[in-house]
């Protein structure tokens, strides 16, 4: 079941999320387009930083899930920070693998994956969402 985050849910967050929350581990080596995506204070450790990612990916069966990424992994939030310093457009299509040592990190698509990603949007900015229709009958009530 999809479930819509917005700054209601937590007060730290800035952006509208779509979606099952999802741990990196939980998408690993599938391929995922970023939306959006922000940094959170870490709930788990202090100093640390959380990345939250408005993400679609394509299941087995083919359909699309949306999916909002939630990850402390630190290769995966420096390589989104360093995206953001290059001037990496959105939407960021890539895959979650891991290294020698275990570690998450962001690797690149080959091109059967990448055009599997091609005509995927964010769910968050295609017309009415549930979240949309609750406004609408809270309203009308």
Do not use: W
């Not at 387009?33 to 299941?59: D, M, W, Y």
């Not at 698509?109 to 949007?121: A, D, G, R, V, W």
Request: aromatic share 6%.
């Amino acid at each position: 079941m999809s479930v819509i985050y917005t700054s209601t849910h937590s007060p730290i967050l800035k952006q509208k999320y779509i979606g099952t929350m999802k741990t990196a581990g939980s998408l690993l080596y599938k391929p995922i387009r970023i939306h959006h995506f922000e940094f959170i204070p870490s709930k788990k450790n202090e100093g640390k930083e959380c990345l939250i990612a408005q993400t679609s990916v394509i299941k087995k069966d083919g359909k699309v899930e949306n999916v909002l990424l939630a990850t402390e992994s630190y290769k995966i939030v420096d390589t989104i920070k360093e995206s953001m310093k290059n001037n990496v457009s959105l939407p960021y299509d890539t895959k979650i693998v891991r290294d020698r040592q275990g570690n998450f990190k962001l690797a690149s698509l080959s091109n059967p994956e990448q055009s599997k990603l091609e005509s995927l949007s964010d769910p968050t900015k295609q017309g009415e969402t549930p979240f949309d229709n609750l406004n609408n009958e809270t309203k009308n009530k």
